[in-house]
């Protein structure tokens, strides 16, 4: 139940449309507006239905509790005059039609402005203030000359902050229209009418998003018939800040190219400004904290616009028109440089200062669009030394910033796709393949594949105009396991345990937003370029997947690795960027930031929570805990490698009984173990339980770890127990220490397990299989196995190590063997095989593993459709092979594209089953 106050009875019905994603009827005689009320409202001008009604309320009940909600309302003193006014239908369109005596409909459209007649602010109103519009022809009136056409069009998609409503301006002058246009929560709405080539415009109507430029993703269009749009030049109206909200957020970009040509000439009034911007680009989703995007609701609220700013900002026809964060250097954020004494500078000597600690080999603290990074020159190895140690980092790779794509190309290997990647407005992070002797080999060790990524920030590109430095080293300004800073305060308290100098301005970020990073995967036998996310974050959250039918409500927590989290409204799934390893309460404490972020943009109210099935992990327990993000709601416990499959069914939209290869580092089983991977059926929508499922052993269950996704170490008895053989001497690898005994002892401690590891066997043979060096010294996060893959010229198969094909029992198949392939690997070892022989045969084998079964799966069920999902397919050569085999054995494979393989896209699924296990009929 609602009080009808603010916007009257027609928010109320809007409200409650939206939420429920169903058409309201409501039965225009039975509204129970007073003769004395109408009059007045006549003589206004206005709609009843859009004024406020202290003391109303309107109640949405159960059709079989009608009769007796009408009764109790009508024993009460002030609800004798209650009445049933409409019903809610199945129609999945969220309208509101009003019906009269004769069963005719029309559409009550929603308030758009100032609820007065005539008001330049608000010409949706008609003569008489009724924003009804027909939902069938347009009635002819006589105010209409011949030919004239009215139509009220809604534009659905990215079209905040986008320059759309200056598109649409210019367009209409173009055709000579007449009308008005206006950005709502639930997208941007307009009317135009002409009294010439009907025709015409009616073909532009349907049809803008080609004359759109690539930040407005316009995902739909509607146009409704308005019949007579008030005459006059056409006009912006302010935007209306009522309703559910249901337009996309946009995304944080990079300088546009007028921007940076604005920026590199010496007469312009923003040269060299750092925070340069227009309706085409600048910062969006991470200075966001209301909806509609306007400058109030944003970061900028508290920086007054000059008179020159205001001007562009009121222009329609400039390209600063309502771009809210537009500045100059006498209004707008100033730019500041600390050393560790505390010395500060601001504007370009700020910028010049930085540039030179980078130049000297020093390590510097910049603050760019969604928090700071660490930034050195990655031409100087000392320098790149010198952040290694400070930030502790051994060897996991670095990111690199270049000045252009000329230098790029310098670094590494470019196909045009990688090209158009590179230069897209989202300028991710793009795994490609590095060039020889480019940089030092400390940037990226060991490692075939380079990050390399284009300037995103407007400082980012005077930094590197600067004399010899034309490529950063651009890695997240964090200390080492904890989230990166993106406030002032919470920089200069840590980062200067790292850097000599931070680089930073006074404009707030609202929500920290990391780098996205991205890898273009290309094969003989696939059509197109295979786009894939390792992390999905700056420049591509927080744009919702559509699941193509219609979900519950609900907030999903993640894992524990590489998290994020989801809310869900209608048919669209908003995943948040990425937010990293919850091994910390500052990490935890943005992840439930993050939830709360997207929940009040959207105006979002979850009925479910769901989390993994995990005990330990943190998402787990905020969700069951009463101060945690599940307060209130249903909760919904779903298994790791379910939501991986759920995932990728969901983004694909696949339907029916599906197969998935599910391979993770660990996944809690529902037996209560720790499974590794699994092959598992399930019918879509996904429900409760796989149908079938065969697990793969654990990493975790084999190998102790302080990474629970590192790869299994075979044990030495079980290797060496071969009749007829001797005791078998393996290399030592190389990097082993004697710490690794410690932290095995130490984490085969009881009630010492990591989550996700089981008790690894007595600690004595724990501490010889370290001191025999089958365990590496040291595991720093992903290596080139996770991030990578074998190198891109060697994807295609070899020869293949011995696995068994698992056997099937009583109309099941079984776990696969590794112990055969483990035992070749070791032969392959001690007869000294080159390392990179030995991977390609493994994974050959795991390939032909994965197709043995899944046509062995075929043959027993019939199902030809095939998901691919989990972290260990972020394996190029794993991916690529299975994905293209099976395709040639006659599958339907699918596999991520819009989310990360990896944990960062686990929450999707975990929307997707609590949907279909709390929804009746799914």
């Known amino acids: 139940m609602r009080d009808v106050t603010r916007g009257g009875l027609t928010a109320v019905l809007h409200e409650y449309a939206g939420k429920l994603g169903r058409t309201i009827r409501v039965d225009t005689p039975s509204l129970p507006i007073q003769h004395e009320t109408a009059m007045a409202a006549d003589m206004l001008g206005i709609n009843p239905l859009h004024c406020a009604n202290e003391g109303c309320l309107a109640v949405f009940v159960d059709p079989a509790a009608e009769a007796d909600v009408l009764a109790a309302l009508r024993s009460l003193p002030y609800g004798e005059h209650a009445v049933t006014i409409g019903e809610i239908s199945e129609d999945p369109e969220a309208l509101v039609l009003l019906r009269d005596a004769d069963g005719r409909e029309t559409q009550l459209e929603e308030l758009l402005g100032p609820n007065c007649p005539g008001s330049a602010e608000d010409p949706t109103q008609e003569t008489r203030g009724i924003t009804m519009s027909t939902v069938t022809s347009p009635p002819a009136t006589a105010s209409s000359p011949p030919g004239t056409e009215g139509w009220r069009l809604r534009v659905t998609g990215v079209v905040q902050g ?27 709405r307009g009317g135009v009418r002409s009294g010439r080539r009907p025709g015409r415009v009616r073909r532009r109507s349907e049809g803008p998003r080609a004359r759109t430029r690539p930040r407005r993703r316009c995902r739909g269009d509607q146009g409704l018939p308005a019949g007579s749009v008030p005459a006059g030049p056409f006009t912006i109206v302010h935007s209306a800040h009522s309703g559910i909200r249901t337009a996309l957020l946009p995304a944080d970009t990079h300088v546009c190219g007028d921007c940076q040509g604005e920026l590199r000439d010496p007469g312009d009034r923003r040269h060299r400004y750092p925070f340069i911007n227009c309706t085409n680009c600048g910062p969006r989703y991470s200075i966001i904290q209301d909806l509609p995007y306007d400058r109030p609701a944003t970061t900028m609220a508290s920086f007054t616009m000059c008179a020159a700013c205001k001007a ?44 030179q600690v980078l130049a000297d080999g020093g390590i510097v603290a ?16 000392g320098a790149v030394a010198l952040l290694r140690r400070r930030k502790r980092r051994d060897s996991k790779p670095f990111a690199v910033m270049v000045r252009d794509l000329a230098t790029a190309q310098r670094l590494a290997v470019l196909s045009e796709d990688e090209i158009d990647v590179l230069r897209s407005p989202a300028r991710p992070i793009l795994l490609a393949r590095k060039q020889p002797d480019a940089l030092p080999e400390s940037v ?77 995967s290309v094969h003989d036998a696939l059509d197109a370029p295979l786009l894939q996310f390792v992390r999905r974050a700056r420049g591509y959250a927080p744009y919702p997947v559509d699941v193509g039918r219609e979900v519950v409500p ?15 409204h209608g048919s669209k799934v908003f995943l948040s960027q990425h937010i990293g390893d919850l091994k910390n309460d500052e990490t935890f404490a943005s992840h439930r930031r993050t939830a709360r972020h997207l929940a009040r943009l959207y105006a979002l109210e979850p009925r479910l929570t769901a989390h993994d099935l995990h005990p330990q992990f943190r998402s787990t ?67 409760g339980a796989s149908d079938a499922s065969a697990g793969c052993p654990s990493s975790a269950a084999t190998r102790p770890s302080a990474n629970p996704s590192a790869p299994a170490t075979p044990r030495p008895r079980r290797l060496r127990r071969r009749p007829g053989e001797g005791r078998r001497r393996l290399p030592r690898p190389r990097g082993t220490r004697r710490a690794a005994a410690a932290r095995v002892r130490h984490h085969g401690r009881p009630g010492r397990q990591l989550p996700g590891h089981l008790q690894h066997g007595p600690p004595l043979r724990r501490r010889r299989r370290a001191r025999r060096g089958l365990l590496p010294g040291r595991v720093r996060g992903p290596g080139p196995h996770r991030t990578g893959g074998p190198a891109r010229p060697r994807l295609r198969p070899g020869d293949r190590l011995p696995l068994r094909r698992p056997r099937a029992r009583g109309g099941r198949s079984r776990r696969g063997r590794p112990r055969p392939v483990i035992r070749a690997m070791a032969d392959d070892l001690a007869a000294g095989l080159p390392a990179d022989r030995i991977s390609r045969r493994f994974h050959t084998a795991v390939v032909e593993m994965v197709r043995d079964r899944c046509r062995a799966f075929r043959e027993e069920t019939g199902v030809r459709q095939v998901v691919l999902s989990g972290g260990v397919f972020l394996n190029e050569f794993l991916l690529l092979n299975c994905l293209t085999g099976l395709t040639a054995d006659g599958f339907d494979t699918y596999v991520h594209r819009q989310v990360p393989t990896n944990d960062g896209g686990i929450a999707l699924g975990q929307v997707m089953v609590a949907d279909a296990r709390t929804s009746p009929g799914k």
């Open 366 to 381: 910049v603050k760019s669009v969604g928090g700071f990074h660490l930034a050195v020159d990655a031409t100087q190895p």
């Open 162 to 188: 986008v320059g759309y409503r200056p598109f649409v301006y210019k367009l209409a002058r173009e055709l000579g229209l007449s009308g008005w246009s206006a950005t709502t929560p639930k997208g941007s």
């Open 312 to 355: 562009e900002y009121e222009d329609p026809l400039d390209r600063r028109y309502h771009a809210q964060p537009n500045a100059c250097p006498d209004c707008g954020p100033r730019l500041l440089l600390t050393d560790r004494e505390g010395r500060t500078t601001e504007g370009d000597t700020a910028l010049r200062g930085a540039a």
């Open 554 to 568: 609900a907030v999903a927590l993640g894992a524990e690795l590489k998290t994020t989290v989801a809310l869900s």
């Open 621 to 687: 327990r905020a969700a069951l805990d009463e101060d945690g993000a599940g307060t209130g709601r249903t909760v919904v416990e779903v298994q790791h490698h379910h939501a991986h499959m759920a995932s990728c069914m969901a983004e694909n939209h696949v339907t029916g009984t599906t197969l998935g290869v599910i391979f993770d580092g660990f996944g809690y089983g529902e037996d209560g173990t720790v499974w590794g991977g699994e092959f598992s059926s399930a019918t879509t929508p996904p429900t």
């Open 444 to 520: 990226a060790p060991r490692n075939p594949n380079l990050g390399i990524m284009l300037p995103s920030a407007p400082h980012h590109h005077p930094l590197l105009d600067e004399p010899g430095l034309e490529a950063l080293v651009m890695t997240s300004g964090n200390i080492s396991g904890y989230p990166i800073a993106y406030r002032n305060e919470e920089a200069l308290e840590q980062l200067f345990e790292i850097a000599d100098v931070i680089l930073y301005h006074d404009r707030d970020i609202e929500i920290r937003v990391d780098d996205s990073v991205v890898r273009l």
